[in-house]
Each structure stands twice: as C-alpha cells, then as structure tokens.
C-alpha cells in the first residue's frame, strides 16, 4: 500500500468517525475511499466494517450517562441487533449485493422519514395499541434493519436513530447514544463473520481505524455539546442527501 493511500484513509477515516458519531452515514465517504485506494466492491464493503468500528466504539465514554439511563433495557435490542447483523453478513458472503445495492436509497429515506417523523409516529402506535408499547413491531423492525446492517451498512445509523425514537427514547443525545452502541456489538459480530469469509484487506483497513477512532472521539464530545435541533435537521438533510447519491449510483 503506497504512502499516499495511508495518509488519505487516515484522513477519511477521521472524518468518517466525526460523523459516525454525530449522526452515522459514514459509509459515504469511507466505502468510496477504499475503493479508490484499489479494494475490489465487495472486500471494500467487509474492510468498511473493521475501519469504522471504533468510530462508534469511541464515542460510548462520552455517553456513559445516557447509557445508564436505559440500562438493562440495552440487552434486547443488543441481541436481537445482533441476530440481524450475523443474518445479514452470511448474506453478504454468498450472494451478489449489486440487487440490494439498488434497493439503498428507498431504504435510506425511509430511515430518514422514521427519525424526522418518529414522535408522531410513536404517538400513533401507542394510540392505536390503547397506551401499551408495540414492542414486537419494534424490535422486528430492528431485527430486518440490523440484516441489512449486517449486509451493507450504509446511512444504518439514521435507521437506528429513527428505531430509537420510535421506542419511545425522544432525546436525542440518548437516542444517538443507543445507536452507537448497536452499531459497535454488531459491527464487531459482522467482522468476524467477515474475517472467517477472507474478504477484510487488514492494512487498509487499520490505516483508516486509527483515523476513525480519533473521529469517533471528537464526535462523540462535540455532539454532547451541539444543539440537538441543529443535529437532527443535520441528520434528516443528510438522509436526504445520502439517499439521493446512492439513488444516482444506482440508476444513473
């Protein structure tokens, strides 16, 4: 790997962490970036997930507080994450994703449209259940959303925001911190299915973790401190945009 290909993954890297923990989507820059350092689509995908784990992983200190408040309500949704994500990388591993690939950008702006909407959206199942929590519903939606997670990945954070405030978690900062654990348990559980497959390429992908793990970091503090209305316009136009991209590599 030339010098050059390191510098730009450490840089993207870091940027990928910055936004990773702030909102998710980092896929958009990183995915790209590990192409173009010469990784074939498919090893780019499975080398993203090593690369962008710390990004996540980075952020939890910061959230210790928001964490405990949810407490022993964590283990559900990290298992059936879990679940979903081992699902989606044996997926991953034999068979084609040029289908699912084009299926990305519905997929995208529904998350986005779950997080704009979702206390409007909750309110409305907890009327249409009598004031009980439509917990099933929920935690199959997780279940299909970590598959896809699981398979490829991109703007899965929006998603996990969006299932997040549909469980009835509204503050952001707590949402935000649920998703990036869910990202990190099960990103972990992907790249072991990936690594027994062969298809990580180990160098690019630790050039770009040391970036996103300084990324994470920074993100994680800044969101703390940033306006959680100016956040959530970021990640609803984000979703928006992201979805828009893969819309025009799909089709175009």
Not at 1 to 17: A, K, Q, Y
Not at 40 to 62: D, E, I
Not at 134 to 147: D, Q, R, W
Request: glycine share 14%; charged share 10%.
């Amino acid at each position: 790997m030339e010098l050059l290909d390191v510098v730009t993954l450490l840089g993207i890297g870091v940027l990928g962490g910055v936004w990773n923990a702030v909102a998710g989507g980092a896929t958009l820059f990183t995915f790209p970036a590990l192409m173009a350092a010469g990784l074939p689509p498919l090893v780019a995908n499975a080398t993203n997930y090593v690369a962008l784990l710390p990004s996540n992983a980075a952020a939890l200190p910061a959230y210790r507080c928001e964490l405990r408040q949810v407490g022993r309500a964590l283990w559900p949704l990290v298992i059936v994450s879990g679940l979903g994500a081992i699902v989606g990388s044996v997926l991953l591993l034999f068979s084609d994703p040029a289908v699912f690939e084009r299926l990305i950008p519905a997929l995208i702006l529904t998350a986005t449209a779950l997080f704009a909407f979702g206390d409007q959206i909750r309110a409305k199942l907890l009327h249409v259940a009598g004031g009980t929590r439509t917990g099933s519903v929920v935690y199959l939606g997780l279940f299909v959303a970590s598959i896809y997670g699981g398979y490829f990945g991109a703007g899965l954070g929006i998603i996990l925001l969006g299932i997040a405030q549909i469980m009835g978690y509204s503050d952001f900062h707590v949402a935000n911190a649920i998703k990036n654990l869910l990202a990190s348990s099960f990103s972990l559980l992907s790249i072991i299915v990936f690594g027994v497959g062969g298809l990580i390429a180990w160098p690019q992908a630790f050039a770009m973790m040391a970036g996103s793990t300084l990324g994470g970091y920074l993100g994680g503090t800044f969101a703390k401190y940033t306006n959680p209305r100016l956040l959530r316009g970021a990640v609803i136009l984000f979703g928006v945009v992201l979805s828009g991209v893969y819309a025009w590599r799909a089709f175009a």
